[in-house]
């Protein structure tokens, strides 16, 4: 992990791939930013409207911020909260360079695990936690190569208390991110989905 152009990256020595770094406007992810993009994104589509004036949403598993910037573009204010102090460093140096627009509306907590946060106060918990890939390694994009390598799959146990913790802080719903073909979060059957080809958003809702 160093610098690479003005960047906190990570990348293999001697390897040929370009530095994996944290930019909320580059390539991709700056066009699914697009204010008429991000209405049709499923994730957007899964958290609904906000109401009773709570705007606010839990990244419970920030990773690598991208979701988290889409729902900041939506209108969101979103607090993340990541585990892994390599990934956090990497979202704190991308959050410094974002546009002070979607920053604003985007809360990194100090790197920890999911705790002790305020119940009752949000629109939604939003959970995406690892799950091993389909895909043969080579086809595995950079990013979620890297997520495999820095944060370990968690225990069939450990989803159930992710779950639980997320709907004991009583939010309108917690949504959570799955490939298309995974089961259910700790084998909890959600309200609805919104589906894609290769992800889905489970909503259970609370409320
Ligand atoms: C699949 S990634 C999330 C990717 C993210 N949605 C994005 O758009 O970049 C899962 C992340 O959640 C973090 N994580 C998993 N369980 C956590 C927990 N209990 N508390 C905090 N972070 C957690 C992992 O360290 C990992 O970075």
New binding site residues.
């Given amino acids: 992990m160093g610098w690479y152009q003005d960047a906190l990256a990570l990348w293999v020595p001697g390897g040929k791939e370009t530095p994996l770094s944290v930019n909320f406007t580059d390539g991709k992810q700056g066009y699914r930013l697009s204010p008429e993009r991000v209405r049709h994104e499923r994730l957007i589509k899964a958290l609904g409207k906000p109401r009773d004036d709570r705007h606010q949403i839990l ?12 729902m900041a573009q939506a209108g969101f204010d979103v607090t993340l ?4 102090p390599y ?1 956090h460093a990497m979202l704190e140096d991308g959050l410094r360079r974002a546009p002070p627009a979607l920053s604003a509306k985007m809360t990194l907590l100090p790197c ?4 002790q946060v305020p119940a009752d106060v949000w629109h939604a918990v ?1 959970l ?4 091993p890939a389909r895909e043969k390694s080579a086809a595995v994009k950079k ?2 190569r890297w ?1 495999q390598v ?3 799959y ?1 225990q069939p146990a ?1 989803e159930e208390a ?1 779950l639980a913790w997320a709907m004991s802080l009583q939010p309108h719903r917690v949504v959570v ?1 799955r490939p298309g073909k995974a089961p259910d979060l700790a084998g909890k059957t959600p309200g609805f989905s919104q589906k894609g080809k290769a992800v889905r958003f489970d909503v259970y809702l609370m409320g």
């Fill in positions: 990244d419970a598993t920030a990773g690598l911020g991208r979701d988290a910037a889409l909260v990541e585990r892994s990934i920890q695990d999911s705790v939003y995406d936690p690892m799950f990013d979620l997520l820095l944060c370990a968690p450990e992710l991110k």
